[in-house]
């Protein structure tokens, strides 16, 4: 199974400021996602992250305000831009431990924590 | 798009006593996982469904999907207070790649 590392597992932002979410994993791995979950909800997806080109983006979710990079096949990034108090979340990276087209397992980083103030 | 559905909402149990989560969905199932959420944190992946009938057990969780790929159940069986947590269901997402969908989730208490 994938071991992901997310960083930082939490942090405290001021709004207006932007915050970089880094996604290492241990293995290559094709497909990387990211996901926010807000306060009491269950989780929703972000964008879908390959590997050189750009990422994909869910419906009510834009490149401007979450910029994703996807330099190689172990790591990428999620940058929260210019934060609001909405932006409250817990946002998570996932990776799905397969190139092939069966399912497989899917496997979650530990989580960052954002409040904005 | 598919809706997944969890039932109950959130449970109290005490220790020792069986339960059962459900996760129903709007349409059918090509890949169906159980995920615990501690508050605050990222998910642990429990097991994975694929195929009609299939059942998976771990430790004292048990876990199967329908014939018909369109119902999930999660069994608990002798609850602990280490059990306590939020599950959840995730089915693939045929829209974004392997992307899941998630059900809102059951919050589990296990009460000494």
């Known amino acids: 199974s994938a071991v992901i590392s997310q960083k930082p597992s939490r942090d405290i932002c001021q709004r207006g400021t932007s915050l970089t979410i880094q996604c290492q994993v241990d293995?290559?791995?094709?497909?990387m996602f990211w996901y926010r979950q807000q306060p009491g909800q269950s989780l929703t997806l972000i964008a879908t992250?390959?590997?050189?080109?750009?990422?994909?983006?869910e419906s009510g979710f834009v490149i401007d305000k979450f910029p994703i990079s996807r330099p190689n096949l172990t790591f990428s990034t999620l940058t929260v831009s210019n934060m609001s108090p909405e932006d409250s979340s817990i946002y998570l990276c996932?990776?799905?431990?397969?190139?092939?087209?069966?399912?497989?397992?899917?496997?979650f980083g530990q989580g960052t924590r954002l409040t904005v103030v | 798009s598919q809706e997944l559905e969890q039932s109950p909402q959130s449970l109290i149990v005490q220790e020792g006593k069986n339960l059962t989560i459900n996760c129903t969905s709007s349409?059918?199932?090509?890949?169906l996982y159980w995920y615990k959420q501690k508050y605050g944190e990222g998910l642990i992946f429990l097991m994975m469904?694929?195929?009609?009938?299939e059942e998976k057990s771990h430790e004292k969780i048990t876990a199967k999907l329908d014939e018909k790929k369109q119902q999930s159940s999660l069994h608990i069986t002798a609850s602990q207070p280490s059990h306590a947590g939020i599950y959840l269901c995730?089915?693939?997402?045929?829209?974004?790649?392997?992307?899941?969908?998630f059900g809102k989730g059951t919050s589990l208490l296990v009460t000494p």
């Open positions: 992250a390959n590997q050189g080109s750009e990422a994909t983006y």
């Open positions: 995730g089915a693939v997402n045929s829209n974004s790649g392997y992307a899941l969908n």
């Open positions: 996932s990776v799905e431990d397969s190139g092939h087209l069966d399912p497989s397992e899917a496997f």
């Open positions: 293995s290559q791995v094709t497909m």
């Open positions: 469904l694929q195929k009609g009938g």
């Open positions: 349409k059918t199932l090509y890949g």
